[in-house]
């Protein structure tokens, strides 16, 4: 099992493709039945990106916890870490690069999770190395 309380980096590069925004690149932690924390990056025309953090409950309802833009290039085939973390009082955060995206406290799941996905819905991305540690 993964501790509640976690932090998932992932270093990522992505390239522009026509469309690309209507797609994203989803990284999250799972529970039993694909509940759990979902970070959606989705591509900007002007080169950023929404970053939307979502909370899934174990009947598929998806709620957005938080939501930001990034402004700095993202399909620029160059890495960038993406960071997605929770600490033990709830606290959640999320950054692209050295850039603090997201910071809610969200008290959604309480047990350990049980897996990590990465999901492309659309576009050219590659996920160069995935760490991820819990606290004990």
């Known amino acids: 099992p993964i501790t509640n309380a976690f932090q ?5 590069s992505t390239r522009a493709m026509p469309r690309a925004a209507e797609g994203g690149l989803e990284l999250g932690l799972l529970q039993a039945g694909n509940a759990g924390y979902r970070l959606l ?9 929404t970053v939307t953090l979502y909370a899934v409950s174990p009947r598929g309802t998806q709620r ?7 402004t700095d290039a993202l399909a620029d085939d160059q890495p960038l870490q993406v960071t997605l973390a929770r600490r033990p009082n709830g606290l959640m955060s999320a950054a692209l690069g050295e850039t603090q995206l997201i910071s809610v406290s969200d008290g ?3 047990d350990p999770f049980t897996g990590v996905m990465i999901a492309n819905r659309g576009g050219d991305y590659a996920v160069k190395r995935l760490t991820l540690r819990g606290t004990r």
């Open 8 to 12: 998932l980096q992932a270093e990522i």
């Open 41 to 49: 990056l989705t591509p900007r025309s002007d080169s950023g990106a």
């Open 64 to 70: 957005v916890v938080d939501s930001a833009e990034y």
């Open 108 to 110: 959604s799941f309480n």
